[in-house]
Structure formats: structure tokens, C-alpha cells
């Protein structure tokens, strides 16, 4: 399974952004039975777990340091899932990878960087 990120940027305190991530490249499953999450790596720092849904949209779960700012979605139809971050912090800047999982299985992005400055 490949992912492939898109939308990071530069852009100012209390902006929005909104990330995508396309999966590709299943031969025995479909990308609706994983789980998708999107994480995100700091310099310096631990890579995180910013948000999470489940294979059918219907339980979400958030980091403490998004609730109320970021949204995830997804769209099994077109095999993508998204990331909607408003209200962006300085504290917000880094890479953001989205990881697809199933069972054992666990697949990752090569992440997209956000940076939030003035």
C-alpha cells in the first residue's frame, strides 16, 4: 500500500490548512477496512499522534492539543483521507504523516511539512 500526502504549507497563526493523504495499491483488501491516522514529527521531537478514524468514519479520536481546531475525515470512495486544521499555533509546525493500519499491518507516508510563522 503507497500513501501520498498533500497540502502543507507555509502560513500564519490562525490560519487553516488542510491536508490529504491518497492510498493506492490494494490487491487482497480494500483501503475501507483500515484505520487511518495522521501523526506529526517536530525537530527534536517524537512523532505524535495528532488524530485517528476508523475504518468507517463513525469514531474519531483527537490529540489533546488539536480537540476543537483540527477535523479528520475520510472519503472511502476516493481512497483519501483528510485533515482540516484551523486555528493553526506556531506550536502546530511540523511533518505530518498519515499511517494506515489493519490487524498487524501498518503503512506510512512520506509526510508533508506545515509551518506555522509570521
Known amino acids: 500500500v503507497q500513501l501520498v500526502e498533500s497540502g502543507g504549507g507555509v502560513v500564519q497563526p490562525g490560519g487553516s490548512l488542510r491536508l490529504s493523504c491518497i492510498a493506492s495499491?490494494?490487491?487482497?483488501?480494500?483501503?475501507?477496512?483500515?484505520?487511518m491516522s495522521w501523526y506529526r514529527q517536530a525537530p527534536g521531537k517524537e512523532r505524535e499522534l495528532v488524530a485517528r478514524?476508523?475504518?468507517?468514519?463513525?469514531?474519531?479520536n483527537y490529540a489533546d492539543s488539536v480537540k476543537g481546531r483540527f477535523t479528520i475525515s475520510r472519503d472511502n470512495a476516493k481512497n483519501t483521507v483528510y485533515l482540516q486544521m484551523n486555528s493553526l499555533k506556531p506550536e502546530d509546525t511540523a511533518v505530518y504523516y498519515c499511517?494506515?493500519?489493519?490487524?498487524?499491518?501498518?503503512?506510512w507516508g512520506h509526510g508533508t511539512q506545515v509551518t506555522v510563522s509570521s
Open positions: 495499491g490494494f490487491t487482497f483488501s480494500r483501503y475501507s477496512s483500515y484505520d
Open positions: 499511517r494506515i493500519s489493519r490487524n498487524n499491518y501498518i503503512g
Open positions: 478514524i476508523d475504518s468507517t468514519g463513525g469514531s474519531t
